[in-house]
Structures are given as C-alpha cells and as structure tokens.
C-alpha cells in the first residue's frame, strides 16, 4: 500500500483482520468468553497473513516452480519417481529408479480403515521432539543442491533456498533442516548455519558422513545455533566417488558411530536406517534417534520402500529412540500410515523442494499446510485422537 492506492489485494488482507477484530469485540460484549477467544484467534491468525504468512495457493506455488525447474523436475501431479526416472544428477531416483518408486509402492499397499461412530472432533496434531513443540509430526527433509540438482543456476541461492525451507517450517509451525552439501567448504557450511541461528530453536542441520574430525567441527558450530538436533546422513557414503579432493566421505564403523555420539550434548539423529540391525546398533551407540530412509532412493538402487521396512523398525526401537521416517509422503495419509506404521514423525523431501522454490517460505508454508489439513481428516475419519497415539489397527 504507497500513496494512498489500496491494491484488491490489500483490502482483502486488511478486511480479514478487521473482521476478525470485530468479532472478537462482539462476542466479548455477548459474554461468550470461547467464541472471544476463537474470534482472537482468527484475528491474529489473519494478522500473520497480512504479514506474509501462508496468502500462497499451492497451484500457484507449483506454477512457478514448474517454470522454474522444468525440465530438472517437470512438477508431476504425482510426484512419484516415474517421469524422472534415473535423474541424478536431478529429482529422480538413482538408475532404474526402482528404489524411489518403492517409496510410494510401499505405502500404496496400506489403506485405511474408515470409522465414524466415535467422539474425535478435534483430532490432535502436535507433536514434542526433542523437546521442541510442534504444531505437526511433520518436517523438511534435508535437500539442497539447488543447481546440482534442481537446475536452478542462478534462478535461487542454495541461501535463499534453505531460508524458503527453514522459514516456512517455521510459519507451519514445525522444523525445517539446513543441508551439508558434500563439495561446500566449512565456510558455506557455516553462512548456512546462520539461517540455523536466526531461527532459534525451530531449525536443524545435517552433516554429511565426513572425517571425523570435520564432523566434530561441524556439530561444535551446530551446538552454538541453538538447534534441538543434528542429523547425518550415513547413507551418502556411497558418494565417496565424488567428493572433491580433500573432502571425504565414508561409512562408519560403530566405534565411530559411539565416539560422534560421545563428542556432544546434542541429540544425535541416524539417517538413512533400513534394517532393525542397525536401528538397534543405532540405539546401542548412543544415537538418539533414526531416519528410516533409503534417501529418496537417490543412493542405492534396488532398496525396499521405507513403509515395507518401518514396522520391523519400530518393533524393535519404538519408545527407546525417536523415529523419523521419509520417502513418497505426499499426503496428510500418507502422514498418518507411517504414524501407525511406527514413526513418531516424518520428513518430507521432495513436495517440500517444489514449495521453496515456487513460493520460498510461504509456498513452503502452504504445502505443509494442506498437508496438516489431509492429516485432520483421516484422522478424524478413523477415529484418531491423537498423533502420538496412533494405531496400527487403523490400518487395512
Ligand atoms: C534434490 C534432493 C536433494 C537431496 N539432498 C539430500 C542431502 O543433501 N542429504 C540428505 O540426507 N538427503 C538428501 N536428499 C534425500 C531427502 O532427504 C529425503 O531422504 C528424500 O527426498 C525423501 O523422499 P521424498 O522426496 O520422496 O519425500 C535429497 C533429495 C532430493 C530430492
């Protein structure tokens, strides 16, 4: 608004919050002190959008971000690893693309059963992980690259980008990852943290699987941002190949596991666990928790989709450690399957890549939006209360 000239767009966002405020004054002359508080709600809730957060429509964040990546990622109605078959470079799956395809395989073999005769009205969505209140068991998978492997060469930063991730967990009320891309130098890796930083608390960052000591660097600078976690992604040693020189990358042995462990008060997350083996070694190490995750099928080709491996996972760790689980989520259902499936919360990679870069944190914000919006409803159609209580009966 300049000059006196009120754009439609204006004038809608500033009628949102007064007549949100209008009702609030109404209902507290009626005396009604829950329709005030609900009414004081919706005002501040429009206040966030006259401020920026979430006025973006997912067809329009997917719009631009088609125009932005095509023809790295062409923006599929369903994301689902078969158009970009074997792009790695890219936002494919690794080869045949079979691992990737799994993903969502594996959960299409799930249904769920619907019931309606019960008293959930208003199923519950937050979660607590590690000690950071969520307003859904839903984050941002850990995903960077942006010229790699989105083709955006100077279209958007991988800053800007990781600020579009970050910053829209944010507005959703959630937590959103920082990536270690392998190549960045300490330095880039440390201007990324400063995204960490800014958002105190609700922000976290991966290690690539390094040397040990580039790690323990790595986790003293995450210590100083205030994030409630770190994660590394054990399972892009397979990338040894191509690490620039002077850069490594490798598998871990458990001691190494054990001493990463050791070597801070940060909650240590395991990503990339696909076997109850090495969940339970994960646990025995001193890891907090796990992400059960074949990376997007980007690493190995020929993996199980990660719903297939879950449950045997969850049996064998659940309550002991946290466990996240990623691959093919698309859906608030999706969401609720690998909840009853025994996951305590997701990630979710590449819907979210599509929200950052058509329509950075608010585009973001929008995807995860919807996303908690689909959960509410399959929640409420079968019978679920709660997100930390769900159960694997819900399943068909
Ligand atoms: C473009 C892209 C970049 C990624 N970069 C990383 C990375 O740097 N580190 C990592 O642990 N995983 C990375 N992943 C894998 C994701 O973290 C995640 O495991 C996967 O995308 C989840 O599957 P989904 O995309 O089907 O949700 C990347 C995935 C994509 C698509």
Known sequence: ????????RDFIKTAAVVGASVLAVQAVGRGEARAAEEAKTAAKAATATAAGGGTKKVADVLKVAREKMYPRCRVCPECDGVACSGEVPGMGGLDSGRAFR?????????DLKMRTFHDVKKPDTSVTIFGAKLSMPILSGITGGVTYNMGLGGKVGEDEYAEGI???????????????GIGDPLATYETRLKTVAKYKGRAVAQIKPRSQADIIQRIRLIEATGAPFFAIDIDSAGRAARA?????????TLEQLREIARSTKLPFVVKGVMTPEEAVAAYKVGA??????????????????????????????????TIFVDGGIRYGADVLKMLALGADAVLVGRPLVRGS?????????????KMQDELVVAMTLTGTADVKKVSRDILA
């Open 1 to 8: 608004m300049e000059g006196g000239n009120v754009t439609r």
């Open 102 to 110: 799994n993903n969502l395989q594996a959960l299409a073999k799930y």
């Open 166 to 180: 970050i910053g829209g967990c944010v507005l959703a009320g959630t937590i959103g990852f920082a990536a270690d």
């Open 244 to 252: 620039l020189p002077g850069q490594t990358v490798e598998p871990k």
């Open 288 to 321: 907090a928790g796990i992400v059960v995750s074949n990376h997007g099928g980007r690493v190995l080709d020929h993996t199980p989709g990660t719903a297939q491996v879950l449950p045997a996972i969850a049996d064998k760790v659940k309550g002991k450690m």
């Open 357 to 369: 870069v058509g329509g950075g944190a608010e585009g973001v914000a929008a995807i995860l939006k």
